[in-house]
C-alpha cells in the first residue's frame, strides 16, 4: 500500500501543531493539572493540540478511527480498539510528549502522530518544534530526519553503546527496580542520556543519536510514530524480554541490530 499521502498530512499536521505549542508556550496562559498529585500532569496546551489534531483527521479521514492520549485510554483499553478494529486503520497521537519539559520551559518536547494497522504502526512522524526537527517514516519507505535519510548505529559491543534508560513516571517501586537496571547497565556501557520525550529518544536511535532506548510504563501514543520510523532506519523494536513489540507493551526496548540481543540480556527483566 502507498503511505505517502498519509506521510504527508500527518508532517503537516505534527509541524503545526508544534507551531501551536511553541507559540503558546511564549504567549499563552499555562494551565497545569495533576493527572497522578506531584509526578504526572496535563496542561491546556495539550488538549488543545489533540483537539486541533483530531478535528483535522476527523475531516479528512472521516472513516478511520483515532485514539490520543488526553482520551485516557490504557494499554489494554487501547490495544483492545485497535486489535478490534482489525484492519481499520487508526490514528494513534500524543499531542504533546515531554510535557514536563513544557511546563519546565525544557526544549526536546514533541507532537507523536501514527497511522496503525491492527497493532503495527505504518505510518510515524515525530516533531521537536524547538528544535525544528521532523522525524518521518512509513512502511517499506526508510526513516528520514528533515527529509534527509537516517538509519541506526552499526554499534556491535554494548560498551561502544550510548543508551537512554528509563525511570517510570509515578510507581516508585517500579523506580526502584529500573534504577536497579540502570545501575547495572551504566557499568557496561559507553554512558546514557535521558531526554523526557520517548518519541524524541526513540527517534535519536533511529539516526544515530544514541544506540539504544528502553523503558517501562509507556503507552502507544508514546511509541507508535518512533517504532515505525526506528524499523524503518533499520533498528529493532521489541518488548523487554526480545518478543517484537506490539503497541499496548508496556515495556519497550529500541536498539540498534548489533546490540539487541545482548540489551535484552542485560536488562535481564523478568515482569514488572
Ligand atoms: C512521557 C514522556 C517521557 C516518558 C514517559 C511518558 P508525556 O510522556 O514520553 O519521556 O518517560 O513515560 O509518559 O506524559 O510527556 O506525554
Ligand atoms: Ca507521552
Ligand atoms: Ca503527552
Not at 509526578?39 to 483530531?54: E, G, P, S, W, Y
Not at 497521537?93 to 515531554?98: I, T
Not at 503495527?120 to 526513516?143: F, I, N, Q, T, W
Request: aromatic share 8%.
Amino acid at each position: 500500500m502507498d503511505y505517502s499521502g498519509f506521510l504527508n498530512f500527518a508532517s503537516n499536521l505534527a509541524m503545526e501543531a508544534g507551531a501551536f505549542l511553541k507559540r503558546f508556550r511564549g504567549e499563552g496562559h499555562l494551565d497545569i493539572q495533576a493527572k497522578v498529585a506531584g509526578l504526572d500532569f496535563v496542561t491546556n496546551a495539550d488538549k488543545t493540540a489533540q483537539k486541533m489534531i483530531f478535528e483535522s483527521i476527523a475531516a479528512t479521514y472521516p472513516d478511520h478511527g483515532f485514539i490520543g492520549e488526553e482520551d485516557g485510554l490504557g494499554n489494554d483499553g487501547a490495544r483492545a480498539l485497535l486489535r478490534d478494529g482489525a484492519e481499520r486503520l487508526f490514528w494513534v497521537v500524543d499531542p504533546l510528549d515531554g510535557t514536563l519539559n513544557y511546563i519546565r520551559g525544557l526544549n526536546g518536547y514533541s507532537v507523536s502522530i501514527a497511522l496503525v494497522r491492527g497493532t503495527k504502526p505504518v505510518v510515524g512522524v515525530v516533531y521537536a518544534p524547538v528544535e525544528d526537527e521532523l522525524y518521518s517514516a512509513c512502511e517499506g519507505g526508510g526513516a528520514f530526519k528533515n527529509g534527509m535519510p537516517i538509519s541506526a548505529s552499526d554499534c556491535r559491543d554494548i560498551h561502544n553503546a550510548l543508551i537512554i534508560p528509563s525511570v517510570p513516571l509515578t510507581d516508585m517501586d517500579l523506580r526502584d527496580k529500573m534504577l536497579a537496571i540502570n545501575s547495572r547497565l551504566s557499568r557496561i556501557t559507553l554512558n546514557t542520556r535521558i531526554f523526557g520525550s520517548a518519541a524524541v529518544e526513540i527517534s535519536h536511535v533511529a539516526h544515530a543519536g544514541v544506540d539504544a532506548y528502553f523503558e517501562y510504563g509507556i503507552y502507544p501514543w508514546d511509541v507508535a510514530a518512533g517504532v515505525i520510523i526506528a524499523r524503518e532506519a533499520g533498528a529493532i523494536a521489541s518488548s523487554l524480554d526480545g518478543r517484537e513489540y506490539e503497541l499496548g507493551d508496556p515495556g519497550i526496548l529500541v536498539s540498534a541490530e548489533g546490540i539487541h540481543m545482548a540489551m535484552v540480556e542485560a536488562i535481564g527483566f523478568d515482569g514488572k
